[in-house]
């Protein structure tokens, strides 16, 4: 067996917790519901209010806040606001009238009547009022088993930990980190210098359960955090707002909000950065704000304020894609750092949470792939190209790639990348031909990011690339420029799609070793590897192990749902009416047989092999009824394509996989914790019957008589809802390898 891993978990120590409740004033909620339904015409005060911005506000920039409730015209508004401590009424009632102004004052479509409420609303706005709606109670937030004891158990104790470490300091590898508050449930340590630039360790906390039991526990998720601290280009364009963290205090920063905003004149378009209004008012509750910098200043000279003597100090953190800066510093935490985290942690939570423990491996049948040293360089070669023929079921793949004359080396690259995991495909079952093609001026920049430049560009790539009958693979070498307006990359997707070839970008410096992104030979096997995964290809399993592992002769039907999807005539329209919700689509892949299958109510056929699925979903994404079409189809959810695959699998082995995000839990219900803990089971993880579909179309249903089972996943540690691990140290002093299934109760844990 494996050696154990240990999740970096606690488990609750300590369960009574005084919480205090702010109510809100029944008058002022009769002002806010007039001034939605002056400001949102379709606003009906029977459903809940749009108060996010409200939200936003408090939680980023008052101390141990737990919950903002939601509130419509009969919510039970006693308990509106909670925290740890007394709420602090002034700063509340500054903080709302702040929203106020920039939610329905400042807004360009803002009435002369929605201002005119939103005045009235803010005359109402008194301390002395909200003051006689604060009660408190001493809670205990877990029961003996546990579980949750009230709603407010997960963000509370995650809340108090947080507040509990705030200010704390830890040896760490020969240097003290010593951590601030920086948002709700997140910390982070003071910036290190490294070679000229900034960096820093962050923490974020979070309380999740895990079914049927549904024990409480907190899971701790370091990161390393990069701070931009030079830049390079006069003309700085951002298509994304940088969220910056403004030292408020000793051991507290605060997230202030750097938007791009535009100067449209007759002659031309400037672009500058402005710090959100609210974010910018909520500062000057406790700061003056005449001093501060504008964000054009800091964002073109950071290093002023990125220093630790700095006033104020700024930190903008560093995202990939800022082509106006350099960063060396790498991301993520090692095992090395992560278990050092956990073991300084320990004693500093030791009354308030104990650690999880270890988690053993369980016997499994792993999919590896052939081993190399059984086989010879010729030998897994012949395999991957067995393979590549069961998969595509093509006798043929013709790829081509783009590019320009410079990028001749990387063309070669590729090529001997292809040669080097297929080998020579001559006399083979599938012969794979590559086409060097030049890709003329349809990679340059586009004028604009409007749908008619988009247009333009797909007639240009449908005019100058002839319409091929077999789907054909097209490798474009491009430039990085998705942070730019006039990005060609969805233009040339969408024409290429038209002329019947699957498309794959990767950039041209990717042979520059020093480049800024380092990018090395595995980027360019990474993207080999992706443009052959588009024509259907899944790379194999010893056949050993798919013979021993009953898995892999079954059918494996992911379960998705796509959510905010917009045409491309709309991409850059934020409206409702031309986004749809949500679009479910099922992908069926068979690991013996190599077999991959999508479906999707948008298709005409029943079912499509996966590159025919990629090129009908390019082109229905441009059709004038998409959003109506994906409206309709959605309408369903999962319940009908559940009870088909019931009886699909009355004989055949089928295996469903579904992601447990917050999509997909609205749309099957029967797949929360709450639902899986009240299920009435046959024998181990055999539920007699389960809940499918939504609030609207629910039922029960038992699947025992079928050979289909259900999976429920939780993916990655960027939800937060999985945890982060480290694994043991072995007799060298090195940590070791984790690979394979681990048991916590009635929860498998993979990697």
Partial sequence: MNSPIYPMTFIPKKRNFKLYYLAFPKPWKELLIQLQVSAYKKYDPEYYMKLFGLKACLNGWLDEVVNVGNMKANSDDSRW????????????????????????????????????????????????????????????????DGTAAVDYAFDAFALYVANSLNGKTIPFFGQKLTFSNCGLKKLVSQPIEYKGQYYSYGLEFSVQTTPPQRECMLLVFPSVKRFVSNAWKKKIYLKENINALVKMSENKYRVMKMKQRKNIDEEKTEYFRDWNYADKRCYGIYHSIDAFPAADEVLKSPEIYVGKNAVPQILLPYKFGMDFTNMNIGTGVSVKEKCEFYHQLTPLLKDIAEPMGEVQSVRAIHYKK???????????????????????????????IYGHDSDEPLKNAIMEDICQYFGDTDGSDVKIEI?????????????GKSYEDHLLRIKRVQESVEKSAEIKGAVVILKNTSEEKGDPKAALRAGFADTNRLTQFIVPDVLDEKAKDKPSKSRIHGAVLDIFRQFGYTEFADNRNTVKNPACAA????????????PLWAAESKSPVLTAKFLPAYVTFNARSGQVKAECGLFDERELSYPEALIAFSKLSRKDDFVDKCNQVARGGFVTKLLGLRDLYKESDGLVLVSCNGLTRNLWHGIS??????????????????????????????????????IRLREGVSTLEVPDYYTEINAKGDFTRASGVYRHKDVFLGN
């Fill in 673 to 710: 914790d709450t639902s899986i803990s009240g299920y009435n089971m046959k024998k181990p993880f055999v539920p007699e019957k389960i809940k499918i579909g939504n609030s609207i179309s629910e039922r029960t249903e038992a699947f025992t008589d079928s050979h289909l089972r259900i």
């Fill in 435 to 447: 086409e060097k093609r030049s890709i003329g001026s349809l990679g340059d920049m586009m004028n």
């Fill in 370 to 400: 052939p081993d190399k040293k059984q086989f010879e360089v010729a030998d897994i070669q012949k395999m991957r190209r067995e393979r590549l023929k069961v998969c595509t079921g093509r006798d043929k793949i013709t790829l081509e």
């Fill in 81 to 144: 606001f909670v925290s740890l401590n007394e709420p602090d009424v002034h700063k509340i009632c500054k903080i709302m009238k702040i929203w106020v102004t920039a939610e329905y004052e400042l807004n360009d479509k803002a009435t002369s009547e929605t201002k005119a409420i939103a005045e009235k609303f803010k005359s109402e706005i008194d301390p002395d009022v909200l003051r006689y709606g604060i009660t408190s109670e001493e809670v205990c937030l877990f029961n003996e």
């Fill in 555 to 566: 059918d494996v039907i992911g379960v998705y749902a796509y959510q905010t999807l917009r």
